[in-house]
């Protein structure tokens, strides 16, 4: 169990306990939490009588309210690693995840020890299940053991069945999030916002107007930024029987919002999405777009376009890691060769700039 240094109550409703379910176990994200209020006020006001896009799921009140987590950069390089759409729950389950692959992911990442790691979404299967989520505290407790800082965008299996006791499982695995359902974080000269894109993001929503807010004012010594998301701006995945996923007109939206902020900006932009069970890697408008869902659930077919950095066909189970040294990035998919019990671990794909 991870000491957390945010010492805020958290404000989310205990669950009542299940027969059998072992206690929470939750992550602490060991940073400051730090509030800009009167900035936040002000666009608050600017916006609470403007008539506001429809969620696809009820975000709670508190979601609107900024915060950001601060947790410092001693390490240099320092080393961060994102991946996605593990989809925890009952073992047995075969069909909608792989067990095996999922367990050896975690563990790989464990062995690997870095400074954070960052979840793209669909954590668990059913968000309201509880015993989904005490597959999700026993399979992650390698990386609980080896002190990682874990930082999460809810998927949407993460808020599946009644959404009241969906985020009350998420948020008490994740304290320092302060039940807030989109919200940004700091690590050295990399700036991450963490989009809920089960909520609007659309023009004149209050997550938009948040998301343009922090673009307007990255802190200073900033030289990457990444908008992490669920669902992807891009994505060479069609929906064959629900097997796949075709961007929709918000999501594109939001691709072509941080293309236009992207000209703007001196620090490169990226955009870390999860939902395609797949890896996938474009560049448009500026923009860096990442796909990466390849952590244990059931495989999505990619057509691979000339457009797509990546080319290998079938399933990529994979973690992505970047390592930054001082303006340095450098980035590399790292996938899972072989079956989990005697997989080689073989960088796939790799880039870096400064």
């Avoid at 303006?327 to 019990?341: D, N, P, Q, S, T």
Wanted: glycine residues 8%; aromatic residues 12%.
């Amino acid at each position: 169990m991870f000491p957390s240094s945010a010492s805020r109550k958290v404000t989310a409703r205990i669950q009542p306990p299940e027969v059998n379910a072992i206690p929470a176990q939750p992550f602490g994200g060991g940073g400051r939490i730090l509030r800009r209020g009167v900035l936040w006020l002000l666009l608050l006001a600017a916006v609470s009588g403007r008539p506001q896009a429809q969620s696809r799921q009820p975000a709670p009140a508190a979601a609107h309210q900024e915060v950001q987590i601060d947790l410092g950069a001693t390490a240099k390089p320092f080393s961060f690693i994102v991946y996605g759409d593990m989809r925890f729950t009952d073992p047995k389950n075969t069909w909608d995840t792989d067990p095996a692959r999922r367990v050896a992911l975690v563990q790989r990442i464990a062995r690997e020890r870095p400074n954070f790691l960052v979840i793209t979404g669909d954590l668990v299967l059913r968000g309201e299940r509880f015993s989904d989520w005490d597959v999700f505290d026993q399979e992650t407790r390698p990386l609980r053991q080896a002190g990682i800082p874990v930082f999460p965008v809810l998927g949407n299996h993460d808020l599946v069945g009644s959404v009241e006791l969906a985020q009350q499982n998420y948020f008490r695995r994740f304290p320092a999030l302060n039940s807030r359902r989109w919200y940004s974080l700091r690590y050295g000269n990399c700036y991450f916002l963490m989009v809920d894109s089960n909520s609007s993001v659309e023009p004149e929503s209050p997550q938009r107007v948040w998301l343009a807010s922090e673009l307007d004012h990255l802190p200073p010594g900033t030289d990457y930024v990444f908008v992490v998301a669920h669902h992807p701006s891009y994505t060479q995945s069609t929906q064959p029987h629900g097997a796949g996923h075709a961007a929709r007109g918000s999501e594109r939206g939001l691709g072509l919002f941080l293309e236009s902020r992207q000209k703007k900006l001196t620090q490169h932009l990226f955009e870390l999405s999860g939902h395609v069970h797949n890896y996938e890697r474009y560049q448009n408008g500026g923009v860096t777009y990442i796909v990466t869902a390849g952590g244990g659930a059931v495989p999505y077919a990619v057509t691979r376009g000339p457009n797509d950095f990546y080319r290998e066909a079938g399933p990529t189970y994979h973690y992505c890691r970047f390592t930054i040294d001082h303006h340095r990035l450098k980035f590399e998919m790292i996938r899972m060769v072989g079956e989990a019990r005697s997989a080689k671990w073989v960088a796939r794909d790799s880039f870096e700039m400064k």
